[in-house]
C-alpha cells in the first residue's frame, strides 16, 4: 500500500519561499504521478502542479511564475517550492498522486503551513 | 478551462438519496472523478471515470455524467457520509480542476 507524508517547517514568514517534502513508501516514485494540493482554512482544493513519471513539470497558471515541484528518485520523494508567500498562501498543503493522470489514488495527511510574520 | 460549480450544501435524511451535482460546459465529454473529505482528513477518491468505485467503496456510492452535468448519487444515507464532497476532471488544457465542493449534513 503507498503511503505519503508530507514535511516541511510549520511556518513561514511573508515574502519567504514555502518548502515541503513529499515521502513515498511502499513503492517506487517513478511508478506514479506527483502533485501538491492545496486547500485554505474552510475552503476548497486548489490543484498547484504535478510531475510526472518522466519528470515533466505543469503548474497551476495561477502560480506558475512561483512554485517549483522535484523529484529525488534516489530518496523516493518530491518536493514544493513556492516563493513570494503572503497570507493568502495559508493553507492546507497535501501531496497527492496517482498511477494514471487524471485523478489521485493517494494522499498524505495534510500539513497546515500558516504565513505569518 | 473548465469551471466546476457544485451546489454548497445538501441535506438528507438518514436512508434517503442523496444527490450531488457538478456543473460544467460539456463537462459530459470528458471524465469526473468524486472525492469525500471528512473533517481534518485528506481526501478519498470514491467514484473515478464517472461511475467506477474503488476497492472498499460501498456500492450505495454511484456516478453520472452527460451533457452539463455529473452527478455523485449516494443511495441509502448513513450517518458516516456526512462530509464534503468534491468533483474533479482533468484535461490537458485546464490539467486537474476541482469543483467548489458540496457539503452533505445528514440530518
Known amino acids: 500500500q503507498v503511503q505519503l507524508q508530507e514535511s516541511g517547517p510549520g511556518l513561514v514568514r511573508p515574502s519567504e519561499t514555502l518548502s515541503l517534502t513529499c515521502t513515498v513508501s511502499?513503492?517506487?516514485?517513478?511508478?506514479?504521478?506527483w502533485s501538491w494540493i492545496r486547500q485554505p482554512p474552510g475552503k476548497g482544493l486548489e490543484w498547484l502542479g504535478y510531475?510526472?513519471?518522466?519528470?515533466?513539470?505543469k503548474y497551476n497558471p495561477s502560480l506558475k511564475s512561483r512554485v517549483t515541484i522535484s523529484v529525488d528518485t534516489s530518496k523516493n520523494h518530491f518536493s514544493l517550492r513556492l516563493t513570494s508567500v503572503t497570507a493568502a498562501d495559508t493553507a492546507v498543503y497535501f501531496c497527492a498522486g496517482g498511477v494514471v493522470l487524471p485523478f489521485f489514488d493517494y494522499w498524505g495527511q495534510g500539513t497546515l503551513v500558516p504565513v505569518s510574520s | 478551462s473548465f469551471v466546476l460549480t457544485q451546489p454548497p450544501s445538501v441535506s438528507v435524511a438518514p436512508g434517503k438519496t442523496a444527490r450531488i451535482t457538478c456543473g460544467g460546459d460539456n463537462i459530459g465529454s470528458t471524465n469526473v472523478h468524486w472525492y469525500q473529505q471528512k473533517p481534518g482528513q485528506a481526501p478519498v477518491v470514491v467514484i473515478y471515470y464517472d461511475r467506477d468505485r474503488p476497492s472498499g467503496i460501498p456500492e450505495r456510492f454511484s456516478g453520472s455524467n452527460s451533457g452539463n452535468t455529473a452527478t455523485l448519487t449516494i443511495s441509502r444515507v448513513e450517518a458516516g457520509d456526512e462530509a464534503d464532497y468534491y468533483c474533479?476532471?482533468?484535461?490537458?488544457?485546464?490539467?486537474?480542476?476541482f469543483g467548489t465542493g458540496t457539503k452533505v449534513t445528514v440530518l
Open positions: 511502499g513503492d517506487s516514485i517513478s511508478n506514479y504521478y
Open positions: 510531475i510526472s513519471n518522466s519528470g515533466n513539470t
Open positions: 474533479q476532471v482533468w484535461d490537458s488544457s485546464s490539467d486537474y480542476v
